[in-house]
């Protein structure tokens, strides 16, 4: 009988990253911090038609910190006209100062009685919630837009070789990560010269991915890019969260969530609802959304589903999934989120527990269904498993 002979893998036959000290990842576009002022005018009863809530909330170190948010009486369901965000308040709209007062020198009773002495005007300075960015964004940069579709401008022109023609672009894969270089040569025997730095240099060909133009790097939805890699995706992803963008399509269906906090105010709610896709940026609210009208228009079942590693925000979205059907749903009061949420609660004090990774990990699965009526409304209809 023949021996069998297997063939072992050396680590010497994996493919080993260059290690290129003076190169790191390309740096992050200034963030998108979108703070406007507005002026405000009293009404028939002699009110600014707004409220302003004080709360806390934690930072990156779990300090907690007050914060004032000014919101509007009412707000019409939908996405913010160009005048909405111009020259008005939105939901989730931080109040930073009060007719150029700083509203972090004030007690609740200052800002009580410099509201009372406000004539028949008064000028806020706001800054508006992350959610709300690409808006912003896209009113800022385009006013002349037709369509709903968003679109964030390009990354400025901080990154070197930003005039490289489109066909030299790529990125050049080391330890350090990814960085932009210009394609010289193509060299025989799997080998391409770029440059980097003002510095020519020949690396293998599985060093090098291709790089997308510039005006790609916050798109929306990865499937917009030309090239899709490891690296792009990435960049992407990277570009967009240093801009306080958590949330990236991926395609018609799918979406990446890099949040780990809830969103700090539920009054946004109202901008997600009754939207299509395309109007509206990528959240979590937007794929509930995009579930319920599915709902609505097929009379079918819809299936979202929550997957990731070990304290990637799964129970954290799916709490923001209930609370936003509560919120359009839920107009029969049958079902409200605070009995969900409670039933949430005794759920996790028997299944979850502190991990490496996180501090209320889930340690079972979860299968939780929503029922509703004909007219796709929210309805308490019990159900054991």
Not at 151 to 180: S, V
Not at 230 to 254: A, I, K, M
Request: hydrophobic share 35%; charged share 25%; proline share 6%.
């Amino acid at each position: 009988m023949a021996d069998a002979v297997v063939a072992i893998s050396s680590p010497s036959s994996f493919h080993v990253l260059k290690n290129l000290p003076k190169l790191s990842l390309p740096a992050l576009a200034p963030v998108q911090v979108n703070i406007r002022t507005v002026t405000l005018h009293r009404n028939i009863s002699g009110d600014f038609d707004f409220i302003v809530r004080r709360t806390q909330i934690p930072d990156k170190q779990g300090k907690l910190h007050a914060v004032a948010f000014v919101e509007p009486v009412k707000f019409r369901d939908g996405p913010p006209r160009p005048n909405d965000i111009r020259y008005g308040l939105l939901p989730g709209d931080q109040l930073l100062r009060i007719n150029g007062t700083s509203i972090d020198v004030l007690s609740r009773n200052d800002l009580s009685t410099l509201m009372e002495r406000c004539g028949p005007t008064v000028e806020l300075t706001v800054r508006a919630a992350p959610e709300l960015a690409e808006l912003c964004e896209r009113n800022e940069m385009d006013r002349s837009v037709i369509g709903d579709s968003l679109m964030l401008p390009a990354t400025p022109k901080y990154q070197a070789d930003t005039d490289t023609p489109e066909e030299e672009r790529c990125w050049l894969i080391h330890k350090n990560g990814f960085t932009l270089a210009r394609l010289l040569e193509t060299l025989p025997d799997g080998r391409m010269r770029v440059k980097v730095m003002d510095l020519e240099m020949d690396v293998d060909v599985t060093d090098i991915d291709k790089a997308n133009p510039s005006s790609l790097d916050r798109v929306k939805d990865l499937i917009s890019l030309r090239y899709i890699n490891e690296t792009s995706v990435l960049h992407v992803l990277r570009q967009r969260y240093g801009s306080n963008l958590f949330y990236t399509y991926v395609g018609p269906r799918n979406m990446i969530c890099l949040a780990t906090e809830s969103p700090k105010t539920t009054t946004t709610v109202s901008l997600f609802k009754g939207c299509r896709r395309q109007q509206i940026p990528p959240h979590i609210y937007s794929s509930a959304q995009q579930a319920y009208r599915a709902l609505q228009m097929s009379g079918r079942n819809q299936c979202i589903i929550l997957s990731g590693t070990s304290g990637s925000g799964k129970t954290m979205q799916l709490r923001n999934i209930c609370r936003y059907f509560c919120e359009v749903a839920g107009w029969t009061k049958a079902l409200s989120y605070d009995t969900i949420s409670s039933a949430l609660f005794v759920l996790e004090s028997f299944g979850n527990c502190r991990t490496k990774s996180s501090g209320n990990s889930t340690r079972f699965l979860t299968m939780f269904s929503l029922s509703f009526d004909t007219a796709a409304s929210l309805r308490l209809r019990p159900r054991s498993y």
